[in-house]
């Protein structure tokens, strides 16, 4: 929560709110890694790459 | 208030903290992990500072990050934007690590200060300065300078590589900046590269090579005008661009297109530990040269924004003592002052002023010294030297007996009270030798450093003696000033390739000059370090020459010696004779047998 909150702090200051959809793609991903590395949904990322 | 100012993650981590408007302890985390340049959060620096103000987790009021990473990563997605689609492998390389912990900053550092103890942050306040901000009030708060302005010189921070600021009273206004790709710092250490140096950390030899090259040589004045005309737009109100058609720092991993650079200047990009040839050490001249102009067109820009008479130096490239000098030299300011700490380690102690004189408005006058990491006292010394099973002797006078020993043409290791802050050893961790000796040069690079053959060292010399040695005005105590030596001590500059110029310097004072007679000078003031301007002061009335070979207490490849350990293995495992810690004595020949370590790494 704490990140969220500095986050939309840092964009609305900056007023750079593009970089949104960028950075939740990329802690999509970045979770979908470290979630695949360790479970079963390691076939979903297979699929989706 | 409790201040804790703490730089790193990227290179040269550090902590440095403030009570009550004082600095009372400041160090760098490579001391400690013995790692060059540790990146890594600075927990042992923290602890160090805490221990040594006898302070606990829960009393600090407010801790401060050198960087804002939500303004980095920022610049990493729009820079790589910018060239898409080239830069896709280096933005796939370099997301990992900011996706699992960077972009989450502020969790990643409360979890490491969970490691340390307990702390609150309900009351504490977890805050972070601007890169650039940091440097300057580095430098600034503590030049005691009540207007001063401020230029900013690295690789890069956030977004700015370059920035003006004036500096009034408690506050620091931002000027002008240059933004990322284009950075003095970065063209410099795509020279180190392409000179075959570590990007990072070999920026200092690329300095020193440049003084064997040869100025009016066509072939200097060719590689000038390629550089100013391919490499990188000087423009007349200060500012500069890269010609990016020429650099790979932000599309690869590499600083620069080396079959473009080997075109432009015809001659291929030197291997680490290859052979120095005379168009490398002219190639190493051509951007020194462009360097100063860049940085002295900065410094023209700065006079005319501000109007100020003194000037403050902060970052990476403010280490270039060869430029600092010749900006004392311009007299464009009345007053130069450069932190030791210049580089990124320095920007903990600048996020602690930031938040001391910015944040909380706290007026109080700061006192300044580099000497602001680890002691030991005698008793932790001898016990240490006991468990080694060293053969020593306790001195009532050190800096009479050590005087001696350098009379006597030793190399003497010389550790004394607190550690230095910053790259620069100032009498308290360092190798002492006799400047007049012709030979000290290669026995102390070849045999104790073992680096290399064409660097040069630094003399420390009494304040008062200075300008009997040097064409010097004023002190410089942090040894960030190049100055030259009086003609009357030099003779005609000698030319000929690297090796000749080397082993026929025409100077009384061989050790410590450079090729071109110059001395990167430290003046030693009888009130900052008391021990190591008696031991000059015993040295000079030996011999008549009130000054010291000076260079960090370390082997390549290593952080300067933190603890008595360090000093000891260090001392062993090179070819130095006579090493002096606190009170204590110890000679290499009656030293019991040490087994060596691994293979010297490159740096």
Not at chain 1, 3 to 10: A, E, G, I, V
Not at chain 2, 202 to 218: H, V
Not at chain 2, 425 to 438: E, M, Y
Request: with cysteine; charged share 25%.
């Amino acid at each position: 929560m704490e990140f969220l909150r500095d986050f939309l702090d840092f964009m609305r200051s900056r007023k750079k709110y593009w970089l949104a959809p960028i950075v939740i793609f990329l802690i999509i991903i970045g979770f979908l890694f470290v979630f695949a590395s360790s479970s079963a949904a390691g076939s979903l990322v297979y699929t989706l790459f | 208030m409790i201040i804790l100012g703490l730089s790193g993650l990227y290179h040269d981590s550090a902590a440095a903290l403030i009570i009550n408007g004082k600095i009372i302890a400041a160090a760098q985390e490579e001391r400690f992990s013995r790692i060059k340049y540790d990146n890594k959060f600075p927990k042992h620096a923290i602890q160090f500072c805490l221990k040594n103000a006898n302070v606990s987790l829960s009393q600090i009021d407010a801790v401060c990050f050198y960087d804002k990473p939500f303004i980095k990563f920022e610049r990493i997605i729009e820079s790589h934007i910018a060239i898409v689609p080239r830069g896709l492998l280096s933005f796939i390389s370099s997301m990992p690590i900011w996706i699992k912990e960077k972009i989450f900053f502020k969790k990643l550092i409360k979890e490491k200060f969970r490691e340390l103890g307990k702390i609150d942050w309900q009351k504490t306040k977890l805050l972070f300065s601007e890169h650039h901000l940091s440097h300057a009030a580095s430098s600034y708060f503590v030049s005691n300078f009540s207007e001063s302005a401020i230029i900013v010189l690295d690789g890069v921070g956030e977004w700015a590589t370059t920035s003006i600021f004036h500096g009034v009273e408690n506050n620091i206004e931002v000027k002008k900046e240059i933004h990322f790709p284009h950075s003095i710092g970065l063209l410099y250490s795509a020279f180190t590269y392409y000179l075959g140096f570590k990007v990072n950390s070999g920026e200092y030899k690329l300095m020193g090579l440049a003084p064997y090259g040869n100025i009016d040589s066509p072939e200097t004045q060719l590689f000038i005008k390629k550089i100013k005309t391919d490499l990188v737009w000087i423009k007349s109100d200060g500012s500069y661009q890269l010609n990016m058609d020429y650099y790979k720092f932000v599309s690869g991993n590499r600083m620069c297109k080396e079959k473009k650079w080997e075109r432009l200047f015809n001659l291929k990009k030197r291997f680490p530990d290859s052979k120095i040839n005379q168009s490398h050490c002219n190639l190493a001249m051509a951007i020194q040269e462009v360097t100063k102009e860049l940085i002295i067109n900065l410094a023209r820009e700065a006079k005319r924004i501000t109007n100020s008479n003194s000037l403050c130096l902060a970052g990476g490239v403010a280490l270039n003592c060869v430029v600092n000098g010749e900006l004392e030299r311009l007299e464009i300011f009345d007053n130069i002052f450069v932190q030791p700490a210049s580089g990124d380690a320095g920007g903990a102690l600048g996020a602690a002023l930031v938040t001391d004189k910015i944040y909380f408005k706290l007026f109080s006058k700061i006192t300044f010294s580099p000497y602001l990491g680890p002691e030991f006292s005698n008793e932790y010394i001898e016990s240490t030297l006991k468990k080694l099973g060293a053969n020593y002797e306790k001195s009532k006078d050190v800096t009479k007996l050590a005087a001696k020993e350098i009379y006597n043409q030793k190399v003497v290791g010389w550790f004394q009270g607190k550690s230095e802050f910053g790259p620069r050893a100032l009498g308290n961790r360092s190798i002492l030798g006799d400047p007049r000796s012709k030979t000290m040069q290669s026995k102390i690079n070849l045999k104790i450093k073992f680096r290399e053959d064409f660097r040069p060292f630094a003399p420390s010399v009494l304040k008062e003696y200075a300008s009997s040695y040097f064409k010097i005005k004023k002190e410089s105590p942090f040894m960030l000033f190049v100055y030259p030596l009086l003609d009357q001590l030099t003779g005609s500059r000698i030319i000929g390739d690297i090796d000749f110029q080397l082993k026929n310097k025409n100077c009384v004072y061989p050790s410590i000059t450079h090729v071109d007679n110059s001395a990167r000078v430290q003046t030693v003031d009888s009130n900052d370090n008391p021990s190591f301007y008696k031991l000059i002061h015993e040295f000079g009335n030996l011999s008549n020459c009130y000054m010291v070979v000076n260079t960090s207490f370390n082997v390549r490849g290593e952080p300067i010696v933190n603890s008595p350990f360090d000093a000891f293995r260090c001392f062993m495992e090179t070819e130095m004779d006579v090493l002096v810690i606190g009170d204590y004595v110890l000679k290499k020949e009656l030293q019991p047998k040490w087994t060596k370590r691994k293979k010297i790494e490159l740096d």
